[in-house]
Structure formats: structure tokens, C-alpha cells
């Protein structure tokens, strides 16, 4: 099937090239990338990730985690599950 349609769209520039540079590591264009979106809604018959507005808990503890309050770091996977486990 002829490529023959064309979006256009509107996006920061910062977001523009910081998500090029991942779509390129990924060994994909900008253009491909919105095409497997397409296929993606297409397949799903919707957005292929659940988009949703957090409940409150969930936006406080991500409000808390971008202040880096309240957060545990952990040198490995071995630590976190033995923090866990308590």
C-alpha cells in the first residue's frame, strides 16, 4: 500500500529531539514510529496504553518522588527485596 496521507503535529522541541534520540537507539524515525502507533490504535481499537488520572495516593506519592522525599535507594536488587521482606 502507497504511503500517501500526512500528519502534522505540533510539539516542544525539547520533547521533539530528546524522543528522537530514543526512537534512534531503538533504530527508528519519527515517521515509523508514529506509524506503529497507528497500527497499534488500530489493533487495540484505542490507545495502546491505559492513559488515566492517578487517584490521590498515587499522585501524592509521585509528587513526593519527583521531590526526592520519603524515597529508598537501594545498590541492588538483593537489598530492595530483603527491605521488602520486612
Keep these: 500500500m502507497t504511503k500517501t496521507a500526512t500528519v502534522r503535529t505540533r510539539i516542544e522541541p525539547s520533547l521533539k529531539c530528546e524522543v528522537e534520540g530514543i526512537l534512534a537507539q531503538l533504530g527508528l524515525t519519527a515517521s515509523e514510529a508514529v ?10 481499537r484505542g490507545l495502546p496504553f491505559d492513559i488515566r488520572i492517578p ?15 520519603n524515597v529508598k535507594r537501594f545498590a541492588s536488587k538483593k537489598e530492595l527485596f530483603a527491605d521488602l521482606s520486612r
Design 55 to 69: 487517584n490521590d495516593l498515587t499522585a501524592h506519592a509521585l509528587t513526593a518522588s519527583k521531590a526526592e522525599k
Design 35 to 44: 506509524h506503529l502507533l497507528y497500527r497499534q490504535i488500530k489493533l487495540q
